[in-house]
């Protein structure tokens, strides 16, 4: 069983990992850091030329790439930082406060 | 076949070492635990140990190379004494939340100021509360046993703590006395292999060490890392009943010294345990009924065992070999009386500092601190219950 299954806020002293050692790698995949969103940003395709700008300079990695072309964002991830909607030269990413 | 020797306590840590062949050292010196490193940094240079050897630039760096180290799968150990302990203050907490069972051979010393080189508990006393278990050596024989049991406690996997061996700097590390070793395959046998299920350096299965702890987990880790001392007392016995197979020498979580008829007692630590033992048997030759107690085993604290031993105590004096500044005495007089209430004891109870920065502590010294105790059993009158013993006044 993987510890990102089975170590969250239930979990008693007793099955809790030693010192919270986790066995195994990439579990910050499973921490939903777009929990902290203020802002939220919005992927306006039409106006995308796909230059990759933003892909590289996400803190979290939540701008998906496949196929040398991004897709829309991975809100489990993203912070609503900007950065993207800053460095993107056409207007393609627009910040929002985010409704909750 | 027991190998007979004369070796300081310095020497018998670092044979001890030597015969457990661990796989790092990380180490800087400092006096009167310099010694450990430079002997066995020797061994190290004559190839005969196998152990990367670490010469850090500072304690601080020392603790943190352990850390890795250990945290790598490596078995790891380092020594130091008073100023060298408080540097790696942060990382002692760390090795312990960790779980990592670093071995430290401590030579006890005052921390400073003013600034002084001697025999004092303040450095290890300081670090009561850091998850490290903490064993004390009377003499150089029980620095040197201690030492070769350190790592089946720390590594047993009910423990998984970080251990701390302590001696008492120049009057146990640097004197030099007879001493029984034992051979190098019975040591290497005992000590066994270490091999921890879950570690950084394996490739088959990654895993992370130290991670951030928000509040919804921190509560839970403390709790099992306080289980893990307390099993700790259980596991310290069972190593010290095998050990007693191979040795011919018992250990307990202390020793009592003509403690069963006693009226008066003291609770003493380390070396001092030896020179009160003297003034024990001048008192009973004069009919009079004193009794002692050495603690061997102060973290975890054996409260229950040590109440029950002290049960029939009238008069009782806890000695402190390093100041509180809680204006009441010192930390083993403080754990001492809290084992005392919780039993219902109603001994009456006083608190000795005594012997702190390498004041010397005599045979009539200790006599002095019965006859007080027999002044407070004839009289009932307790008076100071925060006393300082052998000061100018």
Redesign the interface.
């Known amino acids: 069983m993987s510890s990102v299954d089975f ?1 969250n ?1 239930n ?4 099955d ?1 990992t ?8 990439g ?1 910050a995949f499973g921490f939903r850091t777009g929990d902290w969103r203020v802002s939220i940003p919005e992927y306006i395709v039409d106006k995308c030329k796909q230059c990759l700008l933003c892909t590289p300079v996400c803190p979290d990695s939540a701008i998906p790439v496949k196929d040398g072309k991004r897709a829309d964002f991975d809100f489990d991830h993203c912070k609503g930082c900007g950065i993207c909607a800053k460095v993107c030269p056409f207007g393609a990413i627009v910040m929002k406060k985010e409704e909750k | 076949m027991a190998i007979r020797e004369r070796l300081s306590g310095n020497e018998a840590v670092a044979i001890a070492m030597r015969q457990i062949n661990p796989d790092v050292m990380a180490a800087f010196p400092i006096t009167p635990s310099t010694e450990i490193p430079q002997y066995f940094s020797t061994f190290v240079a004559n190839g005969q140990v196998d152990t990367e050897f670490v010469p850090v630039e500072s304690e601080h760096s020392a603790m943190s190379a352990c850390v890795g180290s250990e945290a790598a799968g490596a078995r790891t150990l380092t020594a130091t004494s008073s100023c060298g302990l408080a540097l790696m203050w942060e990382e002692l907490y760390i090795a312990a939340s960790c779980r990592l069972p670093i071995a430290l051979a401590c030579v006890n010393r005052a921390l400073s100021g003013p600034i002084n080189i001697n025999c004092d508990h303040s450095d290890s006393m300081g670090a009561r509360d850091s998850g490290w278990i903490q064993i004390y050596s009377e003499n150089n024989q029980e620095a040197y046993d201690n030492f070769v049991q350190a790592y089946r406690i720390a590594e047993h996997k009910d423990v998984r703590l970080p251990i701390m061996i302590c001696q008492d700097g120049f009057i146990t590390s640097h004197a030099v006395e007879n001493i029984n070793l034992l051979e190098d395959k019975e040591v290497k046998d005992f000590v066994g292999e270490y091999n921890p299920q879950e570690y950084l350096l394996n490739q088959e299965h990654s895993m992370a060490v130290g991670p951030y702890d928000i509040p919804a987990y921190y509560m839970e880790h403390k709790k099992q890392q306080a289980t893990a001392m307390e099993n700790a007392k259980q596991v310290i016995l069972d190593v010290a009943a095998e050990f007693e197979k191979i040795s011919g020498r018992k250990y307990g979580l202390f020793e009592t010294y003509k403690l069963d008829d006693a009226e008066c007692a003291i609770v003493i630590i380390n070396s001092a345990a030896g020179t009160a033992k003297d003034a024990v048997d001048k008192l009973r030759a004069e009919g009079k009924k004193v009794g002692l107690l050495k603690i061997r085993v102060f973290r975890p604290f054996p409260a229950k065992e040590i109440a029950e031993a002290l049960k029939n105590v009238k008069v009782l004096a806890v000695m402190d070999r390093c100041e509180g500044f809680s204006s009441q005495g010192g930390p083993l007089g403080a754990e001492v009386k809290s084992a005392l209430y919780t039993a219902g004891s109603t001994a009456k109870v006083v608190d000795y500092i005594y012997g702190i920065g390498g004041r010397d502590v005599r045979v009539e010294n200790i006599e002095e601190v019965y006859g007080a105790l027999f002044d407070i059993l004839a009289t009932g009158n307790v008076g100071e219950t925060y006393r300082y013993l052998s000061l100018r006044d």
């Open positions: 170590i806020e979990i008693n002293w007793k809790i030693p010192g919270g050692e986790v066995y195994e790698g579990t």
